[in-house]
């Protein structure tokens, strides 16, 4: 896996994690539900790329 794409997922992840605060702290169930999906898609992203890492060795 790149540092590029580690950065980015780790960016996505920040990013949800501010929009489930937002949401939190505004009752924004919406806002807080979109943070916590874009925290879930990170996770994932960063799990197919230890697999791919995994092959590559």
């Known amino acids: 896996m790149g540092l590029d ?8 992840d920040l ?3 501010a929009k489930e605060a937002v949401g939190k702290a505004t009752d924004d ?3 807080e539900a979109e943070g916590k999906g874009d ?8 799990a197919g ?3 791919k890492d995994a092959f590559k060795d």
């Not at 925290?39 to 960063?46: A, E, I, M």
């Open 5 to 12: 794409d580690k950065i980015k997922n780790a960016a996505e």
């Open 15 to 17: 990013k949800g994690k």
């Open 29 to 31: 169930k919406s806002k």
């Open 39 to 46: 925290q879930t898609k990170s996770s994932f992203k960063q």
């Open 49 to 51: 790329e230890n697999v």
